[in-house]
């Protein structure tokens, strides 16, 4: 293995630093660390996880260097020591880059008493206390002590330290402040008092949403430009969270943050493993040639029962690392707490690091390719407080699980960074339910359509416009061959589509008359030239169960098809199939999703994985070349961690299609490190996997 000075020497304390910073330690320190953990030893585990790059604890909430702002808190144990200056001083010795990690959310009693400003208030007007520690108190993210008194910290750091960038943790706020100075400067941008709750209905909650938006926007500009006026080659990086790049900006993000980085650092409830990839896929969305970090916790992410000094399953850790770098995230593990007194997650991070570093050459000479492409909903998400948008993405998920389970490789556009060359990318665009859209992006998905793009459209989809407004007229029913008779009405109970003819969508469902139908499902009619493949059957009850019968037969559209007349194909399914695949897992939802998809592309695809497992299925091409990943999910614990030990597969079949042009291949696997066979059958390349454990990597070379 190259060592990673070599790796990183080419970009040290350059503006283009970051290409080589790709795997990632980050050390959160206790305020008790300095008396208790061992510098060395973490300067050791850097060494043996093969990390270029290294996020430590610096300050904000605690100092963990002799800070000389006013009312920076210096943690108590410090002594004459400089616990941030020795692990920068080991990790620069080691040829890394190095990034200081603020956490500016919470502030001790002496800051809180020397400026009560600095506060967040709640909405019934009183101070808040930290809910997890009541000895301290939650900032306002909006005002002064993030506008003026962070700002010195920064500059501090960046001046007295041998530092790439200052990375902030918890600096976006927690949900609305009712202090003072949120109340007037809100009043005054807005004309609105401060929303009372978090309604998409009200204004007041929208004129939020935006101004909070602008605020945390410009806050990163100036934190940015902080730090390039002392360290020009350096930057501020925000902590994403999970809200994407839903609160930004996106032309002042892109000219200020050379790389993205995803809070999501693992499972809990009924969360998949392949969500470390989807990670990458909606970070792409918006900037498709970004480097994006998937930050990943060796302990388990519970929200509720939180253990944030543990230690997760060693196949947890290595599965949730392994499937963000096989979709494209670059690695990066944090742990809480400076000492280890367990160490077993020390060694399923290098083994996840490991396997990133025997195909980052091959996926730095790649490319996201694929045919078919999710619309990431933002448009309508923005409406949404992050604590809803679970409940909001459910459509999106369902579609997501039915398309992983067919072995099929797609990709995230965002509606609100689309643009005409981005959508030519792809064959097929699929909208879940991607309820709100203006005009302009209906008419760019009308346009792409008579380009000859394939669209899949359902749930309440185009019903609404950017504002949330209902629309009198279906924004694309015009493409889709229907018009909307009226809005979407739901909860509904026992509900069902029944099978109408032969068309390629209603096979596959062995003989069974009807299916299981939506819960919430909007009324349209098709217009001539569509097919009908399912029909809603009319509602009856539930209850008492001598009443549970249908009164009538099938008679309004439950799924229209039909040919543009321009190259491409449309399906809608104007009912909630996604978010009711998601809830029940129902493999009828699955089938009629994946043979949605399938119809539309109108031809096999450029990729997929065949046999009896679950593989999430990633492709990327280079010159002369294909890359099929495959991270294997195959596991009785796939949708509710912790994984416990992997479940090999073997058999797999992988399928691609032969470029035009090309007549041959040959293959190799990347992480076996050896030849396959390849086989070709009507212009299909077909390879047989011996055995994939946690994932592969098939490199096809066209000749």
């Keep these: 293995m190259r060592d990673v000075r070599d790796m990183t020497a080419s970009t040290l304390r350059q503006p283009d630093w970051y290409r080589t ?142 530092i790439d960038a200052v990375f902030a943790n918890r600096w976006q706020g927690h949900g609305i402040c009712y202090c003072d100075s949120c109340k007037s400067r809100f009043h005054a941008a807005t004309g609105l008092d401060l929303p009372r709750s978090t309604n998409t209905a009200d204004p007041a909650w929208r004129a939020w949403s935006a101004w909070r938006r602008d605020v945390l926007t410009r806050m990163v500009v100036a934190w940015d430009n902080d730090v390039r006026a002392i360290r020009p080659h350096a930057s501020f990086i925000p902590n994403m969270g999970g809200a994407s790049l839903m609160e930004f900006d996106l032309a002042l993000i892109e000219k200020h943050c050379p790389f993205l980085v995803v809070d999501h650092q693992g499972r809990h409830g009924s969360v998949p493993v392949w969500t470390a990839g989807r990670n990458a896929k909606r970070m792409r969305a918006t900037f498709r040639d970004r480097p994006a970090i998937l930050i990943t916790s060796v302990g388990p992410e519970e929200p ?9 399953s060693a196949a947890e850790t290595e599965a949730w690392i392994t499937d963000g770098a096989m979709h494209g995230m670059l690695p990066w593990f944090t742990k809480f707490n400076g000492v280890v007194p367990d160490a077993r997650w020390i060694d399923p ?17 790649t490319q996201p ?57 792809f064959r097929v665009l699929i909208l879940p339910n991607a309820t709100c859209l203006s005009d302009d ?36 029913g015009d493409v889709l061959g229907t018009r909307m008779t009226s809005a979407a009405r739901g909860p509904l109970k026992n509900t069902y589509v029944a099978l109408n003819g032969d068309h390629p969508l209603a096979e596959g469902f062995g003989g069974a008359a009807r299916i299981i139908g939506g819960t919430r499902i909007m009324a349209v009619t098709a217009e001539p030239g569509t097919d009908t493949p399912f029909l809603h059957v009319p509602d009856f009850p539930d209850l008492p169960m001598e009443e549970v019968y249908p009164r009538a037969a099938p008679d309004t559209p439950a799924v229209v098809t039909r040919d543009t007349g321009a190259g491409g194909r449309s399906v809608h399914i104007p009912w909630n199939v996604g978010a009711t695949f998601w809830g029940v897992l129902m493999e009828d939802h699955q089938r009629l999703i994946e043979n949605a998809v399938r119809w539309a592309l109108g031809g096999p695809p450029m990729a997929e ?95």
């Design 369 to 425: 390719a694929t045919e078919i492409a999710i619309l990431d909903a933002t448009t309508t998400l923005r409406h949404r407080d992050w604590h809803d948008r679970k409940d909001a993405e459910a459509d999106e998920l369902g579609f997501y699980h039915a398309l992983v389970e067919a072995g099929l490789p797609f990709e995230f556009v965002s509606d609100h960074a689309m643009t005409p060359a981005m959508l030519d990318r």
């Design 609 to 703: 994985a065949l046999g009896d497992a679950v593989l999430d299925v990633a492709a990327r091409e280079g010159d002369g070349v294909t890359l099929v990943l495959l991270t294997n999910l195959t596991n009785p614990m796939m949708m509710k961690g912790p994984i416990r030990r992997c479940y090999p597969v073997s058999g797999q079949r992988v399928r691609a299609r032969l470029p035009v042009g090309r007549d041959s291949a040959t293959a190799r696997l990347l992480v076996a490190d050896t030849d396959v066979d390849v086989s070709i059958h009507n212009s299909t390349v077909e390879i047989v996997l011996p055995e994939i454990a946690v994932a592969e990597v098939i490199r096809i070379d066209w000749n």
């Design 349 to 365: 991070v290098a083994r996840g690091f490991a396997l990133h570093e025997r195909i980052e050459p091959a996926l730095a000479a």
């Design 304 to 312: 509720v029962h939180r253990w944030k000094d543990s230690v997760n």
């Design 21 to 162: 910073a790709t795997r990632w330690t980050q050390l959160t320190l206790a305020e008790d660390d300095p008396v208790k953990f061992d510098p060395a030893e973490w300067i050791d585990i850097f060494r043996r996880t093969r990390s270029n790059a290294a996020c430590l604890s610096a300050g904000g909430y605690v100092a963990y260097y002799p800070s000389k702002v006013p009312l920076h808190y210096v943690s108590k144990f410090i002594g004459d020591s400089d616990p941030f200056g020795e692990l920068v001083d080991g990790a620069r010795a080691l040829g890394m880059h190095v990034m200081a990690r603020v956490d500016p959310h919470a502030i001790h009693q002496d800051a809180a008493d020397a400026h009560p400003e600095w506060i967040a208030v709640d909405a019934e007007g009183n101070p808040r206390r930290h809910w997890a520690f009541p000895d301290v108190w939650v900032t306002c993210a909006y005002g002064d002590y993030n506008a003026k008194f962070m700002p010195e910290v920064v500059k501090e750091l960046v001046r007295d330290y041998d």
């Design 441 to 476: 992006q209906c008419a760019m998905l009308r346009d792409w359509s008579a380009r000859g793009g394939s669209l899949v459209v359902a749930g309440e989809s185009a019903t609404r416009d950017e504002h949330g407004t209902l629309r009198t007229e279906f924004g694309l």
